[in-house]
């Protein structure tokens, strides 16, 4: 295997296309943070492009780390995901989390530990467990109120809603603004409506094109605590999704696997499991 750092978004696109075209949910979040990136509609503090060949030369697998979020994995051999923790241990003394399918994260850390390094040696804590799902037969709820497109105005809200989604997901938020603004300028956030009242909110991530066809990927979807458990969020979720099918995407989301409820609702409306995803951390030790 050879494992190759790229300079820009855009080789990592190019070189990363075939991949992407063969499994598009899977390499979704890859795809649309580095287009985001190219477009210069999202900017981070530093940023690595991995790309993994085989003795072909075919790419087998990506990833990608932009600081200060954690590393994400594409599919790939599993060899792959130890050669690129080799590398990434030499390259990128900062890494504070990696995140992709289970098994490949789990093999990707025994690697990484023992490269030998200092940054190797941290203590490591899962600090997510998601579940992949894709939208198969959509299935719509009967629930009372109406999804609308959320104006700007609406601002202060979406950023609060957005925060508290964050810390109950455990995930981080460093850019808060900068995301509620590009899901502005891409027209992508959705309010649902319940008499004069706004009682859940969805966005989603930028549309992916590959040779297979476009992907739509759901989320955030929020409900404040004191509208949950009336089908608010799976109302919206199915609503959104029937639009991102109109635009021509498949549509998929990700979920808590430690959340049964919004799994629950999920696949009431249609969607489907296809894979499992892991987040862990690296602890730095005090001194």
Same mark, same amino acid.
């Given at each position: 295997?050879?494992?190759?750092?790229?300079?820009?978004?855009?080789?990592?696109?190019?070189?990363?296309?075939?991949?992407?075209?063969?499994?598009?949910?899977?390499?979704? %979040?890859?795809?649309? !943070?580095?287009? $985001?990136? &190219?477009?210069?509609? =999202?900017?981070?503090? /530093?940023?690595?492009?991995?790309?993994?060949?085989?003795?072909?030369?075919?790419?087998?697998?990506?990833?990608?780390?932009?600081?200060?979020?954690?590393?994400?994995?594409?599919?790939?051999?599993?060899?792959?995901?130890?050669?690129?923790?080799?590398?990434?241990?030499?390259?990128?003394?900062?890494?504070?989390?990696?995140?992709?399918?289970?098994?490949?994260?789990?093999?990707?850390?025994?690697?990484?530990?023992?490269?030998?390094?200092?940054?190797?040696?941290?203590?490591?804590?899962?600090?997510?467990?998601?579940?992949?799902?894709?939208?198969?037969?959509? %299935?719509?709820?009967? !629930?009372?109120? $109406?999804? &609308?497109?959320?104006? =700007?105005?609406?601002? /202060?809200?979406?950023?609060?809603?957005?925060?508290?989604?964050?810390?109950?997901?455990?995930?981080?938020?460093?850019?808060?603004?900068?995301?509620?603004?590009?899901?502005?300028?891409?027209?992508?956030?959705?309010?649902?409506?319940?008499?004069?009242?706004?009682?859940?909110?969805?966005?989603?991530?930028?549309?992916?094109?590959?040779?297979?066809?476009?992907?739509?990927?759901?989320?955030?979807?929020?409900?404040?605590?004191?509208?949950?458990?009336?089908?608010?969020?799976?109302?919206?979720?199915?609503?959104?999704?029937?639009?991102?099918?109109?635009?021509?995407?498949?549509?998929?989301?990700?979920?808590?696997?430690?959340?049964?409820?919004?799994?629950?609702?999920?696949?009431?409306?249609?969607?489907?499991?296809?894979?499992?995803?892991?987040?862990?951390?690296?602890?730095?030790?005090?001194?």
């Amino acid at each position: 295997m050879k494992v190759t750092l790229l300079e820009s978004a855009s080789d990592f696109l190019k070189q990363t296309e075939p991949l992407r075209a063969a499994d598009p949910f899977r390499t979704n %979040i890859l795809g649309s !943070v580095a287009s $985001s990136v &190219e477009k210069g509609t =999202r900017t981070y503090e /530093k940023y690595f492009w991995w790309v993994i060949a085989d003795e072909s030369e075919k790419i087998v697998g990506a990833a990608m780390r932009t600081a200060p979020h954690g590393m994400v994995l594409s599919p790939m051999p599993l060899n792959g995901a130890r050669e690129l923790a080799l590398e990434v241990s030499a390259h990128d003394t900062e890494l504070p989390e990696v995140a992709g399918p289970s098994h490949l994260v789990e093999e990707f850390i025994k690697a990484y530990q023992g490269s030998g390094t200092s940054e190797g040696r941290r203590p490591i804590e899962e600090v997510g467990h998601d579940l992949l799902y894709t939208l198969k037969k959509l %299935i719509m709820p009967p !629930v009372h109120g $109406s999804m &609308e497109n959320a104006p =700007r105005e609406e601002f /202060k809200r979406i950023y609060a809603w957005f925060i508290d989604f964050g810390n109950e997901a455990g995930i981080l938020m460093p850019n808060p603004t900068e995301s509620i603004e590009d899901g502005f300028n891409r027209d992508s956030w959705r309010f649902w409506r319940v008499n004069d009242e706004i009682v859940s909110m969805a966005g989603h991530a930028s549309l992916v094109a590959t040779p297979s066809g476009i992907v739509g990927r759901i989320g955030p979807v929020y409900t404040p605590p004191l509208h949950r458990r009336h089908g608010y969020a799976g109302i919206l979720t199915a609503q959104l999704s029937q639009e991102l099918i109109d635009k021509g995407a498949r549509v998929m989301l990700y979920t808590d696997a430690k959340n049964p409820t919004s799994n629950g609702v999920y696949k009431r409306i249609g969607f489907e499991l296809i894979d499992e995803n892991k987040r862990f951390k690296f602890v730095d030790q005090e001194c």
